[in-house]
């Protein structure tokens, strides 16, 4: 409390326990971001895992027979591709946020939106054409089963994004680049701020994955 | 920062304006439990159409079922009908449309008397007492159809039940049992407690919280449909190709059972962030009562170790319905692979179970004997010694399999190893028995029926680390007993000791003492004349779940199933006495009756809306006892600027933003 | 023995100079009825601990739960001692309302607890692994490529699970497949487990073997019978409806009552054998169907090889 302007004393301890409060719940956000992605981490390692073992076992030579037409690969890429340019432009357009300009986050997040749902489009087009028996191989099967998964989580993942944009609008520009007259509204604007940095983390995490699952599943099978 | 002060009630996360309250709607149309079963129906319905839609052209393996898919869909869409039907999906909803949404703690009809137990209640509290009826239900189901297990068991070959009919209860008892049980103690006491425990007026994610707890009779609903699609032949493990290779009933199986693991991670998520983000000013981590400590352990297995239990099951149902051969060994799967995945699982989950009992007779013991807590950070070292091995030990549930021989003696050692931080935890009781003044009330009894049974559970667990050992041992009714004695003995009991200690907190009224004592002695000794000879009758070769076995056991059979009937009916005298006090007899507890230092019992049973009129300040631990100048375990009337102090000038998420 | 009696020292310790000396009582509570129960086991119950010494592999068993028994009895014993004494003696008497004193840890015991403990695991361990080792594989299924083996030719018996029975088939014999488990005494045999359809486990208790039969893997397990007589197979994985009813009876005879047995079995199921699919270590199962329709057609009847015989129960 000494290297802050606040003046602490002179706080209502209404305004102290809120102001606790909202510190404890942008630290939530922070924590529970990091804690999904161990979360998620573990689930997807259940497909990697699946993936390594049958692929290291090849049981009957049917991890993936010659016979086996792959995955498009034009296709993965597009998503694994959109993925990335989507966590990009959103990494790229927060650091847009952060020095107070609110209306290029807000054009660049509906373009990170929209490429992640093409993403999710794209994969379930892919899902429902795909040029294997989901049962033909090992490789089919982790292939057939991991994306589903993905596919899901990536599409909620954009419905956060969705729900950032339509936070973000009752906001005053001017609030991210002064503290707001109130405390209301500058908690606002801090947990907006602490949700979008939780956000970017996540989507970014999800990218690694996607261009992970990518290298399995259209590189190196 | 020269801003002006306003005394406004901050409002729940998401940050929107406080709206204006709801325009009040007539009570049939207001989310409940009746438009939750209504959006179930609906759900179910659809799913399954949808599910013979999709599946009408759709390729098919040799030998599979083809009327999976439906059966999946609909009870998945049934879930989701279920939790739309509550309201789950409204403050979502209103975000992504970017109206206000409101403070649910200021929602006028959430305190409403009893109907709020049919809510989706975003108070912690609630939620907690739901937990705690919805458990005891579970358990008890779960029960019956133990007793009927050991009713076929009476004798070894005329049937009461036909081999079907036997499958089906041993399949409903174990996972029932299996996965409803994780819940046991983070769902009712955790959520409740641990709250009030560090100081906290609120939960991290009191909506994720009450989403973990209406998953969980959604989870039961469906496993317990699974007898009206034949059951399943394939016990609580589910082992890969029986378990693909089952009738419809393994459906509701996979689809219950990955519910369930959905429901511990959501709980165990929100237990974390509220652990580590919203302690009160003052409770450090060397402050934290052990319980909090057990359930911190316990929900970081939840949240690391149930998605693996989510993939495994989802690899179940895709491989049963869009036909996948993540298990099918001849199509480039293997069977193992579901051994792999589950056992990860499976083997901190017995953890999952064990934690939260070591936990409570922790808390308790302090208060009985009298003393500080022996070794504080040696119990939370024993604790989190055991939450990082239990990740390491899984193959050996796999001894006999043919999987890994090499990696055997690895396995072994680990095994053995997690019996050091399991020991702290009884060298933590013992050291604070010495010189003790021991209370022999009720919850200190279950406490120590749980040290007994977890001891000859947990001797009994390193016969079974050893190979050799083990291969006599694996798959008999000695691994049965062993895990009975550790869950049914450790947990249970631990549970019972929480529940008569923690119920007169949680409810303002006092549990009968007398017949707690009935209750006790009864569930102890007939705990251990049912599991006890279970050791020799596995030792003596009998495997488990079958419902034949060599008649010259018939004898110690038989004084085994009628044991495990009057520890039946010890748990009916528990839930008579559970009724009658809190429903007829009502006798109002105040205050402290334990004269514990525990935070939880410095304010009212039960404690005020928002539990503390003020945020409180810790000022020492939580076990002073012995200490006559020790100060007060906290202030719960801080003076002004001191809560403050604890937040300001410390970083924040925001400053990253 | 040792290393449990040592475990006595910790509960002495915090132990205050006036009053009776509590640690010092407990010992000497604990000392003979460790010994005692230490005494019983190793000398009355170990030589009837299950499960038997009929092969290598059961015996070994046995030594191996009656040593972890030895070394058990004193951990729980001491245990049960200090509960049972504190609960007596330090139980809460009439009016005294007074807290107890406030000792929050000693490091002395807690690093000699630790220690203890550690001592007997790390033991333990390298016990376990010895034993696994000297029994080669202790009985217990090794996979496809087992890691310990006996030497010489072990006699090669593939146990077959499916639902809901065990065969058998002897590939130095010609492959015939019997529903009869006959092996010689004095002899090392190798048992190759497999299944047709869910996993079974095969669990020979007399012979202290279990190998988990799975469908496509051929699970080897080891052992050496030592004395003739019966022993009972039963199925100790949960594997379907009939699981319960999974079991059958093996018989170990002598090394010529065996080749006598094996030789007139041999010629006796030559036509079943001829039916059969080639020796293999695993087996296709959609190839059942084609096999039964094959002995329907020989008019081969009774148990002899048959895959699904008609008076079994339908799949669940």
């Known amino acids: ?221 | 920062m020269a801003i002006d002060i306003q005394p406004e009630k901050v409002k729940g996360p998401g940050g929107r304006e406080p709206g204006a309250s709801r325009p009040a709607r007539p009570w049939w149309l207001r989310p409940a439990i009746h438009t939750a079963v209504a959006g179930a129906v609906i759900g179910y319905v659809v799913g399954h159409w949808l599910g013979n839609f999709l599946g009408s052209n759709y390729q098919q393996l040799p030998l599979s079922d083809s009327s999976d898919l439906p059966i999946v869909l609909g009870y998945l869409l049934a879930v989701v009908g279920w939790i739309a039907g509550l309201g789950v999906f409204n403050d979502p909803l209103r975000q992504m449309t970017g109206r206000p949404v409101p403070v649910e703690e200021e929602d006028a009809s959430a305190a409403a008397g009893l109907a709020r137990y049919f809510r989706y209640s975003l108070d912690h509290k609630v939620v907690g007492i739901q937990y705690l009826v919805g458990m005891i239900i579970y358990f008890c189901t779960a029960g019956l159809f133990a007793m009927a297990i050991r009713a076929e068991l009476l004798s070894p070959a005329y049937h009461i039940f036909s081999s079907s009919t036997y499958v089906e209860l041993v399949g409903e008892h174990g996972t029932m049992m299996m996965m409803l049980m994780s819940s046991l103690v983070v769902g009712p006491f955790g959520n409740y407690l641990v709250p009030i425990m560090i100081g906290s007026k609120r939960v991290a994610f009191p909506r994720i919280e009450a989403l973990s707890f209406w998953l969980t009779p959604a989870a039961f609903l469906i496993l317990f449909s699974s007898l009206m699609l034949g059951g399943f032949p394939f016990g609580w493990t589910g082992y890969a190709p029986l378990s693909i290779q089952a009738t419809q009933g393994a459906d509701s199986y996979a689809v219950a059972f990955g519910l369930m693991g959905i429901s511990i991670i959501l709980a165990g998520f929100n237990i974390i962030v509220t652990v580590i983000c919203y302690r009160a000013p003052g409770m450090r981590w060397s402050r934290l009562p052990m319980f909090v400590w057990s359930m911190l352990a316990t929900s970081v297995l939840m949240v690391l170790a149930a998605p693996v239990l989510v993939g495994g099951m989802y690899m179940i149902i895709t491989d049963r319905t869009v036909q996948t051969a993540f298990f099918a060994d001849q199509l480039g799967g293997s069977s193992y692979l579901y051994q792999n995945l589950f056992w990860f699982f499976g083997h901190p989950e017995v953890y999952i179970l064990a934690l939260p009992g070591f936990g409570i007779v922790s808390e308790i013991i302090p208060v009985f004997c009298r003393k500080p807590l022996f070794g504080y950070k040696t119990a939370a070292a024993g604790m989190i010694g055991v939450t990082v091995l239990s990740f390491f030990v899984w193959q050996h549930h796999l001894f006999d399999s043919g999987l890994n021989p090499d990696m055997r003696p690895l396995f072994m050692l680990t095994t053995e190893l997690i019996s050091i931080p399991t020991g702290l935890i009884y060298l933590v009781a013992m050291g604070t028995f010495w010189k003790a003044k021991i209370r022999f009330t009720v919850p200190m009894l279950f406490a120590l029926g749980m040290y007994f049974n977890f001891l000859i559970g947990g001797i009994s667990g390193v016969f079974l680390s050893d190979v050799p050992a083990d291969t006599t041992e694996h798959g008999s009714f000695f691994v049965m007993a062993h895990f009975h004695y550790t869950i049914m003995g450790g947990l249970i009991f631990a549970f019972m000791a929480g529940v008569y200690y923690w119920l007169p907190k949680m409810m303002g009224i006092k549990l009968n003492q007398t017949i707690g004592k009935i209750h006790f002695w009864t569930m102890f000794i007939f705990f251990n004349s049912t599991f006890l000879p279970l050791f020799a009758v596995g030792l003596a070769g009998q495997p488990r779940r079958v419902f034949e076995y060599a008649s010259n056991l018939q004898t110690i059979n038989d004084w085994v199933s009628i044991s495990a009937f009057c520890l039946g009916g010890s748990i009916l005298i528990f839930v008579i006495n559970f009724v009658w006090s809190t429903v007829i007899a009502r006798e109002r507890e105040e205050g402290n009756p334990w004269q514990s230092r525990g935070l939880e019992w410095q304010v009212a049973s039960p404690p005020p809306p928002g539990n503390f009129a003020r945020i409180p300040v810790v000022l020492s631990g939580p076990y002073e006892y012995g200490t006559p100048g020790a100060p007060p375990v906290a202030d719960l009337n801080p003076p002004a600027g001191v809560v403050a102090a604890a937040f300001t000038g410390a970083p924040t998420a925001a400053a990253e933003a | 023995m040792s290393a449990a009696a040592d475990a006595a020292p910790p509960p002495a310790a915090p132990a205050a100079p006036a009053g009776p000396n509590h640690g010092l009582r407990i010992f000497l509570l604990w000392l003979p009825l460790a010994v005692i129960a230490d005494l019983v086991i190793w000398i009355v119950w170990g030589p009837h601990l299950p499960p038997g010494t009929m092969s290598s592999s059961a015996a070994n068993q046995q030594f191996d739960i009656k040593v972890m028994a030895v070394l058990a009895a004193p951990v729980m014993i001491f245990v049960l001692t200090y509960f049972g004494y504190a609960l007596i003696v330090w139980r809460q008497r009439d009016g005294d309302t007074e807290d107890g004193p406030a000792l929050h840890g000693n490091s002395r015991v807690q690093a000699s607890w630790i220690t203890i403990t550690s001592v007997i695991v790390l033991f333990l361990a390298v016990f376990g692994t010895v034993e696994l080792k000297i029994a080669n594989g202790a009985g217990a299924g090794e996979g496809p490529s087992p890691i310990w083996k006996p030497g010489g030719a072990p006699l090669q018996v593939q146990v077959i699970g499916q639902q809901w029975k065990f065969t058998y088939r002897y590939p130095q014999f010609g492959g015939f497949e019997t529903t009869q488990l006959v092996l010689p005494e004095g002899q090392w045999v190798a048992f190759h487990v497999t299944s047709l359809d869910v996993i079974h486990s095969f669990w020979a208790y007399q012979l202290g073997v279990k190998a988990d039969a799975n469908p496509g893997v051929d699970n080897v397990a080891y052992t050496k019978p030592e004395h003739t007589g019966g022993f009972v197979v039963r199925c100790s994985e949960l594997c379907g409806l009939w699981h319960g009813a999974m079991f059958d009876y093996g018989r170990v005879v002598s090394m010529s009552a065996f080749r006598t047995w094996a030789a007139s079995t041999r010629v006796q199921l030559a036509a079943v054998t001829r039916i059969l699919p080639p020796y293999a270590t695993t087996y296709d199962p959609t190839v059942v169907p084609q096999i039964n329709k094959a002995m329907a057609k020989a008019g081969i009847g009774g148990a002899n090889g048959y895959y699904y015989p008609p008076q079994d129960p339908v799949q669940p």
Request: charged letters at 10%; one cysteine or more; proline letters at 5%.
């Open chain 1, 1 to 221: 409390m000494t290297q802050t302007s606040a003046e602490p004393a002179g706080l209502s301890p209404e305004a102290e326990e809120a102001g606790f409060y909202h510190e404890a719940a942008l630290n939530a956000t922070w924590t529970g971001a990091r804690l999904a992605m161990g979360a998620l981490s573990f689930g997807f390692g259940a497909f990697v895992f699946a993936y390594f073992y049958l692929r290291s076992l090849n049981s009957h030579g049917r991890w993936y027979p010659s016979t086996l037409t792959g995955p498009h690969l034009w296709a993965g890429t597009l998503i694994m591709g959109l993925i990335v340019v989507s966590a990009a432009v959103q990494t790229a357009v927060l650091q847009r946020i952060k020095a107070g300009h609110k209306t290029a986050w807000q054009r660049g997040a509906l373009v990170a939106l929209v490429l992640g749902l093409a993403a999710v489009g794209l994969q379930i087009w892919e899902l429902l054409n795909l040029p294997f028996f989901p049962g033909a191989a090992g490789f089919a099967s982790v292939f057939t089963g991991f994306y589903p998964v993905y596919l899901v989580i990536a599409l909620m993942a954009m419905i956060w994004l969705e729900m950032l944009i339509m936070r973000c609008r009752p906001i005053a520009e001017i609030s991210f680049v002064e503290q707001p007259p109130t405390f209301v509204e500058a908690f606002a604007v801090q947990r907006f701020q602490a949700a979008l940095s939780a956000f970017t983390v996540v989507w970014n995490y999800l990218a690694a994955t996607a261009v992970v699952a990518w290298v399995l599943f259209y590189l190196v099978h």
